[in-house]
């Protein structure tokens, strides 16, 4: 079989936001087998851990990548390129580590697939992609987000 893309969160890396990791029996049992490639896009695009927490605001990934929508940390900082880059970087970690597919982070401006923060830092879930679930799906690797968090 083939490898997957897990984001690093959930593989039991600390490099949240806030310095935690999204590690849980649910993700342990749904890569068991699988050669994993563990990447954090966050902290491969620069941020550092801890980071203020950061939302996708004018849109979602694809947007992002499009240039009609940013990334923005609660502090009003820009970290839009510092995304970007993260999302390029992991998207070379998924070909160059044959990866098809792709199990990532839920809710995550970066990680996020099918659901997102709306930007208002108030808990708010819109439909979308982060920007990274979104460069990675649209170069053909299957985005799924992961069971249990
Ligand atoms: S960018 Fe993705 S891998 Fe990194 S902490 Fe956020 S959700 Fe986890």
Redesign the pocket.
């Known amino acids: 079989m083939e490898a997957i893309l897990v984001?690093?969160?959930?593989r039991g890396v600390p490099?949240?936001?806030d310095g935690r990791h999204?590690a849980s029996p649910e993700m342990a049992a749904a890569v068991a087998g699988r050669e994993v490639v563990s990447?954090?896009?966050?902290?491969a695009g620069g941020l550092t851990t801890p980071r203020r927490p950061a939302e996708l605001v004018g849109g979602d990934g694809h947007d992002v990548l499009d240039g009609t929508a940013q990334v923005v940390e609660d502090t009003g900082r820009d970290v839009t390129a510092q995304f970007v880059d993260?999302a390029q970087r992991a998207l070379a970690a998924a070909q160059s580590g044959g990866c098809t597919e792709a199990l990532?982070?839920p809710r995550?401006p970066?990680?996020g697939r099918g659901e997102v923060y709306d930007g208002s830092f108030a808990g708010e879930l819109v439909p979308g992609d982060g920007v990274?679930a979104a460069l990675l799906e649209r170069n053909g690797i299957a985005v799924r987000p992961a069971p249990g968090v």
């Open positions: 984001s690093a969160c959930l490099c949240r936001f999204k990447f954090c896009p966050e902290v993260g990532l982070m995550s970066s990680c990274t």
